[in-house]
């Protein structure tokens, strides 16, 4: 697909990992995925590999796992839902 000089042009990180072409379950949240052949993009991917990525995946764990701790019964209120994204 050829995009048009001046075109304006839209990147959605948001996408990023869910592409159903590459994995099995791109809906799925799995913090666990492995880098397959494309790379996992959460923080880029070579050169381009974020140099916080480190203290964000420990501010993460910390922030998903303390308010496990406190509220040991902790469970969703009902199904999930997926909202549209707003335009970031």
């Known amino acids: 697909m050829l995009i048009p000089k001046d075109e304006p042009v839209t990147a959605a990180i948001v996408s990023a990992d869910r592409d159903p072409r590459v994995f099995a379950d791109p809906g799925r949240l799995d913090v666990g995925r492995a880098a397959g052949a494309p790379g996992h993009l959460g ?11 480190a203290p964000a995946r420990a501010q993460t764990e910390v922030a998903l796992a303390a308010p496990l701790r406190r509220f040991p019964g902790l469970a969703l209120a009902g199904a999930p839902g997926r909202a549209p994204d707003p335009g970031t």
């Not at 923080?43 to 990525?53: L, S």
Request: glycine letters at 18%.
């Open 43 to 53: 923080y880029a991917h070579g050169p381009h590999f974020c140099p916080g990525a």
